[in-house]
């Protein structure tokens, strides 16, 4: 995992997540820095002067993180490559951002640091709701991204080791290479991979967090260190649930109240050998004997909705159902056949009432 311990102002503001957040243009990205900077008091003096920074470039022109893009995209027109950026070429684009603005004394106090520091490779793929995203790593390894989720390539990936940051959902292929095991690292858990496929999802709005083994093999191990170390196996699927009471079919270890609880069960697999757990990465969704409650998150995230629901009792409806090419309201449609409740859309909002 990153150790951001020692980082400055200027390694948070380089971070796409950290701009989002400091924009207020990203929930998940606003989540995720939320929960860190509460996590880590002893950074605050530094976190607030990075926000000072970013206030200052952003001014009242045009967003900071859609400015470092357009410099970044000019510069680096491979987008499905790792990309090395050294902090002096951070720099030069940080000065571009000023002469734009018309702050020279900007840049004179944003030059504060030392030319020779070694360089640090960063570069963050992100989603927005809606949104999915091919990428090919550096080592060969191919991700798809999930909607509403960040990828983040940090410290000599390849060279000394292949390690990665993930707030949301991402299926990986990963390149063997024994020399060099890829590492996945969330919010609520880290993966040890040498060459496999297997798909984890971690958003910070949801109550549990996943990682579903396709083939090959992976060791896994809670972020606060409880539980040991899970080794999973193929068709295995492992499930940390948040502080939440998990379900009774579940087959659960729990070694304290203070840590999520942890299920190892079989990943799902319907009539047509199609995976549940995998189905979006070929643009389908699969609903399997799920709560309304639950669909809402997938919804929201796959048609870039934000759904509210007036009855208790209509969230606990249960539906299973395979949806593609269908708009929001043809899926709606679809679910009312099965269970009778009302709904009303208006713009990006949806109201589904009894």
């Known amino acids: 995992m990153v150790d951001r311990s020692k980082f400055n102002a200027e390694d948070f503001l380089v971070d796409s997540t950290f701009q989002q957040y400091c924009a207020g243009t990203d929930k998940l990205c606003i989540g995720y820095w939320e929960k860190y900077i509460n996590a880590h008091p002893e950074q605050a003096e530094v976190i607030a002067e990075a926000k000072k920074l970013y206030v200052i470039l952003s ?24 990309v090395r950026i050294n ?25 504060n640091f030392k030319k020779n520091e070694p360089t640090r490779e960063i570069f963050t793929w992100a989603t927005k709701s809606g949104e999915r995203k091919k990428i090919r790593l550096q080592d060969g390894t191919s991700v798809i991204l999930n909607a509403k989720s960040a990828l983040s390539i940090i410290n000599g990936f390849n060279r000394e080791t292949r390690e990665v940051n993930l707030v949301g959902e991402a299926y990986f292929d990963v390149v063997h290479n024994k020399d060099k095991p890829f590492q996945v690292h969330t919010s609520d858990f880290n993966i040890n991979v040498l060459g ?23 060791t896994m191990e809670a972020v606060d260190g409880n539980g040991g170390l899970i080794t999973l196996k193929p068709s295995q699927k492992v499930t940390f649930y948040k ?26 697999l319907i009539k047509d050998s199609t995976i549940v757990e995998t189905a979006w990465t070929k643009n389908r969704i699969e609903i399997y004997d799920q709560d ?8 929201e995230k796959w048609y870039n909705v934000e759904i509210k629901f007036t009855s208790s009792q209509v969230e606990k409806y249960r539906f299973t159902a395979t949806f593609s090419n269908e708009t929001i309201e043809e899926a709606l449609k679809a679910l009312k056949d099965v269970e009778n409740f009302k709904y009303e859309i208006k713009g990006n909002q949806v109201i589904i009432s009894k």
Not at 96 to 103: P, T
Not at 292 to 299: A, G, H, L, T, Y
């Open 87 to 111: 902090r002096y070429l951070w720099l030069k684009v940080a000065a571009a951002i000023v002469v734009v603005a018309g702050s020279a004394l900007l840049y004179l106090s944003y030059y």
């Open 292 to 299: 309304f409650d639950e669909i809402k998150d997938v919804f």
């Open 59 to 82: 001014g009242n022109k045009r967003q900071l993180n859609t400015q470092v893009e357009n410099f970044k995209d000019q510069l680096f027109p491979e987008e499905k490559k790792v």
């Open 196 to 218: 496999t496929a297997f798909n984890v999802k971690s958003y910070p709005d949801e109550v549990t967090s996943e990682a579903t083994l396709i083939h090959g093999s992976i």
């Open 243 to 268: 502080n939440i009471d998990a379900p009774k079919k579940a087959r659960l270890t729990k070694a304290s109240s203070s840590r999520p609880e942890i299920a190892i069960n079989h990943y799902t």
